[in-house]
């Protein structure tokens, strides 16, 4: 699965107080720290919770151009990093809907002998067919 790039613009206003902002048009996402490293793993979750968001709204989920980075680094304030923050939609899907859920399918008799036959659990195959259908 493809890595997705996004950039975040963090701003040290003192020695313990980070804020994070995505700074382009397509999100709004918002947060601080008290250490750079808390709003760089805050940037991270929101990000990913934010594309769950998007991809259950049907949202386009937007791409980021390597243009868009070089700008925001050139025009950043001596008080302010651009970072980077990477996931992919797998990573994020899996972390906000991970939970079983319970389904009820019906096959034709022919499949469900072919299945026990070859001793293959209908759950771990469909599974692992989903996962190589949309999740590659």
Not at 74 to 100: C, R, W
């Given at each position: 699965?493809e890595?997705?790039?996004?950039?975040?613009?963090i701003?040290?206003?003192?020695s313990?107080?980070?804020v994070?902002?995505y700074?382009?048009?397509e999100?709004?996402?918002?947060?601080?720290?008290k250490?750079?490293?808390?709003?760089?793993?805050?940037?991270?979750?929101?990000?990913?919770?934010?594309?769950?968001?998007?991809?259950e709204?049907?949202?386009?989920?937007?791409?980021?151009?390597?243009?868009?980075?070089?700008?925001l680094?050139?025009?950043?304030?001596d008080?302010?990093?651009?970072i980077?923050?990477?996931?992919?939609?797998k990573?994020?899907?899996?972390?906000?809907?991970d939970?079983?859920?319970?389904?009820?399918?019906?096959?034709?008799?022919?499949m469900?002998?072919?299945?026990?036959k070859?001793?293959?659990?209908?759950s771990?195959?469909?599974?692992?067919?989903?996962?190589?259908?949309?999740?590659?």
């Amino acid at each position: 699965m493809e890595k997705l790039i996004y950039a975040f613009k963090i701003t040290e206003y003192s020695s313990n107080e980070y804020v994070l902002e995505y700074p382009l048009p397509e999100m709004k996402i918002f947060g601080c720290g008290k250490t750079l490293a808390g709003a760089i793993e805050q940037a991270q979750s929101l990000l990913e919770f934010t594309l769950f968001d998007m991809l259950e709204s049907d949202e386009e989920i937007p791409i980021v151009e390597p243009s868009q980075i070089k700008t925001l680094e050139s025009n950043k304030a001596d008080n302010e990093y651009i970072i980077l923050v990477t996931t992919d939609m797998k990573t994020v899907v899996q972390k906000f809907g991970d939970a079983p859920v319970k389904k009820t399918i019906s096959i034709p008799q022919y499949m469900e002998f072919l299945l026990n036959k070859n001793d293959i659990s209908l759950s771990k195959y469909l599974q692992s067919k989903i996962e190589q259908d949309f999740l590659r």
